[in-house]
């Protein structure tokens, strides 16, 4: 966003997406949404069963570097590296944590 669109001194620009050169992305912003509630409703399903989940619900076909692709960029990577870290918490510790925050 420019300064002057920041300002509102130009208001015939929209502040929405704008054309970008480029590939088009895969995916859409309801595509990328479906794909990161399926990983957290099924946690254990891989990049794979999400690839086949997706086409089967979606009926679009998009790579399994897409999938991981979507789920890197929403964080969920290092989601699930916070889970494996504390997966094997005491009951002591997880409380001297809710305690000191």
Known sequence: MTHRTQHGCNKDISVTERHRSGRPSATSHTDERFIV??????QMMNATQLQAHF???????????TIR??????????HLEWAREHLCWTRDQWASVLLHH
């Open 37 to 42: 509630n399926s990983a957290l409703r099924n």
């Open 55 to 65: 086409r089967e619900v979606r009926g679009t076909q998009v790579s399994r570097q």
């Open 69 to 78: 692709n979507r789920l890197r960029q929403r964080g969920l990577r290092r």
